[in-house]
């Protein structure tokens, strides 16, 4: 009540209103750049609260503890790409496609969103080698994107022998891969994955592969 009186009168509203969000925002961009650089077993309150600037008893005031923190983290948009990214913002569209063409479009947005998210690559560098509560926490974010591009884009589905879900966990887990690999190495099997020319190769190749597998099958001829 007193916030929005004091909004009404046009005068500045106390110190704790205006500074909560941008604390809370302070605390998600030092849960990223801990993770990026030290990883999951450095991720704690005190290293968090330290890198932020803050006390830590506000990451509990403001979030409960680590694993909303983290939830938090994981669901602003800075860590993994949305829905509305994947799709290009058109999955009405998406949905008459054909399932080759979709999934190409999907898988090319993917690539994008990842390659402009360095702070994720050095996550998911990190997520290869510990295992733990908070990576899990992660696993299921990206797992609730996955299921929830599925279901909007069920009706293209249809019309396929293929196994959708296994042939696009392939081809993403190669893409995180070699995105992975790119920062330690220019090369893997003759393509420059440090290079814009580089990836328009591996785009390629995904469009091919989308084509080869979700191509709409033929009915049967009749005798």
């Excluded at 106390?14 to 969000?21: H, L, V």
């Excluded at 702070?119 to 509560?133: F, P």
Aim: hydrophobic residues 40%; aromatic residues 6%; contains cysteine.
């Amino acid at each position: 009540m007193a916030c929005s009186s004091a909004k009404k009168r046009g005068t500045a509203l106390p110190t704790p209103y205006r500074n909560r969000s941008a604390t809370r925002e302070r605390l998600v961009r030092a849960v990223g750049t801990l993770l990026a650089h030290k990883g999951f077993t450095a991720l704690g309150v005190n290293a968090v609260a330290k890198e932020a600037g803050v006390d830590k008893v506000l990451i509990y005031r403001y979030f409960g503890g680590m694993p909303e923190l983290l939830k938090t983290f994981a669901g602003s948009g800075e860590f993994w790409p949305s829905i509305e990214e994947l799709t290009g913002g058109d999955t009405a569209t998406l949905r008459q496609m054909p399932l080759s063409e979709s999934t190409a479009i999907i898988m090319r947005n993917y690539i994008k969103g990842l390659r402009r998210r360095a702070l994720t690559q050095e996550i998911l560098a990190w997520e290869a080698v510990e295992s733990n509560e908070l990576t899990q926490i992660l696993d299921n974010i990206r797992e609730e994107v996955s299921m929830a591009l599925f279901k909007e884009l069920s009706p293209s589905l249809k019309g396929t022998d293929a196994d959708v879900a296994a042939i696009t966990a392939l081809l993403a887990a190669a893409v995180n891969y070699l995105l992975i690999r790119s920062r330690t190495i220019r090369t893997f099997n003759g393509v420059d994955i440090r290079s814009e020319e580089g990836w328009k190769q591996l785009e390629t190749a995904i469009i091919a592969v989308c084509q080869q597998c979700f191509a709409p099958r033929e009915s049967p001829k009749k005798k």
